[in-house]
């Protein structure tokens, strides 16, 4: 499996992508944390969070008795240069082109 196979499988739930939300508003939370506004048990959240933690998504960190979970959004990044932004450059360009042709044709 392929790092973006394990980006798109990861965003592909619902949960996960609930979790990673939660990071991107306040990074460093705790599984308790995290769980508290879940309605599955511990173990499923720690289930979610290694799919996520597989993909590069989220990275962990042992702090004291701790473990605090923060959002990594390179491999989104990675995905949206690979598969989103080469789409969109075409439609930039011809943008930027009519602009440039209204202003020659208005001096």
């Not at 991107?24 to 508290?36: N, P, W």
């Not at 969070?49 to 390179?74: C, I």
């Not at 989103?84 to 042709?101: H, S, W």
Request: proline residues 2%; glycine residues 4%; aromatic residues 6%.
């Amino acid at each position: 499996m392929t790092d973006d196979d394990r980006v798109f499988k990861a965003l592909a739930d619902p949960t996960r992508r609930f979790l990673l939300d939660k990071l991107f508003a306040r990074d460093g939370r705790t599984l308790t944390e995290l769980e508290s506004e879940l309605e599955m048990t511990r173990f499923g959240v720690m289930k979610h969070l290694r799919v996520l933690e597989d993909a590069g998504l989220v990275v962990s960190r042992k702090e004291g008795r701790e473990k605090l979970h923060f959002l990594n959004v390179v491999p989104i990044r990675l995905v949206h240069d690979r598969w989103i932004d080469k789409f969109t450059e075409r439609r930039v360009k011809a943008l930027t082109d009519l602009k440039r042709q209204l202003e020659e044709d208005s001096a």
